[in-house]
């Protein structure tokens, strides 16, 4: 992923308050972002987000994603059918650091009920902040990934 200046954020209605708060915590570090929405606490379809914010990134509408449901899990799941899309699942900030190193993740998620916000910023940020090692092995395992996608 080349520098991320314009980030997309989706969610579901699990997640409002949290998406409001990074949302803000990104912009106050400098980053344009895009909001997906949802924008109320009515109950809607997490794949609609995901599949929002998927195609964002995938047609490079915006550099990155942010993805927040009540785990984090069935979002990204329906990013990761979108074509290009590498979007992990990260409830701590080392996985969120690897999973930028070793599998160029240009979508992260979380889980508004499982992670509070304190490690919802540092999870973002250890993913923001780390650099894809590419070359080499990992190199050629992210495009395995993609190669399924044929
Ligand atoms: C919504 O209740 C919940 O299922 C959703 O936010 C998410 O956790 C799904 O993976």
């Known amino acids: 992923m080349s520098k991320v200046k314009k980030i997309g954020i989706g969610n579901d209605h ?8 990074i949302k803000e915590f990104l912009e106050e ?3 344009q972002v895009i909001n997906y929405g949802t924008d109320t606490n009515e109950s809607c379809d997490y ?3 995901g599949e929002k914010v998927g195609k964002a990134v995938a047609e490079g509408e915006v550099d990155a994603g942010v993805l927040i449901c009540g785990t984090g899990i069935g979002i990204s799941i329906a990013a990761n059918k979108v074509k290009g899309v590498r979007a992990a699942v990260c409830s701590e900030p080392v ?3 690897l999973t930028k190193e070793h599998n160029n993740a240009n979508i992260i998620a979380f889980g ?9 910023k540092a999870i973002v940020t250890a993913w923001l902040e780390a650099e894809y090692i590419g070359s080499g092995r990992h190199e050629a395992r992210v495009a395995m990934i993609h190669e399924i996608e044929k």
């Open 14 to 21: 699990a997640a409002v308050a949290m998406k409001e708060q």
């Open 29 to 31: 570090k400098g980053y």
């Open 47 to 49: 794949p609609l987000y």
């Open 95 to 97: 996985t969120a650091r």
């Open 112 to 120: 508004a009920r499982i992670v509070g916000i304190e490690m919802a």
